[in-house]
């Protein structure tokens, strides 16, 4: 062991054997119902007593109830997405069918979240997280290309491809 280390590890072993000590020997010999006795509590306790009534009794500013009242009100742009396009111009709620020709009689696709977290793109469909390349819980299908507000959605055996919109809210009757 070199000398440097030798130091480190000493003076490691004294800050254990001293933290030892403050925990089991030099504690507080106060019980829980006795007093706190540090200096300027008393004036502590009275400061917030006299801001906390100040509050009470105080107007809000203008500034003040313009910031509330934004706050409370709808968002016209929804912050967490990447769009430009404010909320009143989003495209009603759109399920993607596949055609009624093929074998699954209209088997309907929901995309319903995004996330991107470095390269990474995971979107849900019908309540199930699928990358790029994926294949569907329906046989034959697959996740071609995930984009923010849109996914395209293969068909291996027919080499169909169809987009599925985001769909912000979705309502189930169940």
């Not at 400061?47 to 009534?53: A, R, T, Y």
């Not at 390349?133 to 996914?151: C, F, H, K, Q």
Request: glycine share 6%; charged share 25%.
């Amino acid at each position: 062991m070199s000398k440097r280390e030798k130091i480190i590890v000493s003076i490691m072993f004294l800050t254990m054997i001293w933290g030892g000590y403050m925990i089991f020997f030099a504690g507080s010999s106060k019980t829980a119902g006795e007093k706190n006795d540090q200096p300027g509590t008393e004036a502590l306790n009275q400061f917030v007593l006299e801001v906390v009534g100040k509050l009470a009794q105080s107007e809000l500013t203008e500034t003040e109830k313009y910031k509330n009242q934004k706050a409370s009100s709808m968002w016209q742009k929804d912050p967490f997405l990447k769009s430009d396009t404010p909320l009143k111009d989003v495209l009603p709620p759109v399920i993607a069918e596949t055609e009624k020709t093929d074998g699954n009689a209209g088997f309907s696709f929901i995309y319903s979240g995004y996330m991107a977290i470095g390269d990474r793109k995971i979107a849900i469909l019908n309540d199930i997280e699928y990358e790029e390349g994926d294949a569907l819980e329906l046989d034959d299908y697959y996740l071609r290309r995930i984009y923010s507000n849109r996914v395209v959605i293969g068909r291996v055996s027919k080499k169909l491809t169809f987009t599925v919109p985001l769909v912000e809210s979705v309502t189930t009757s169940n």
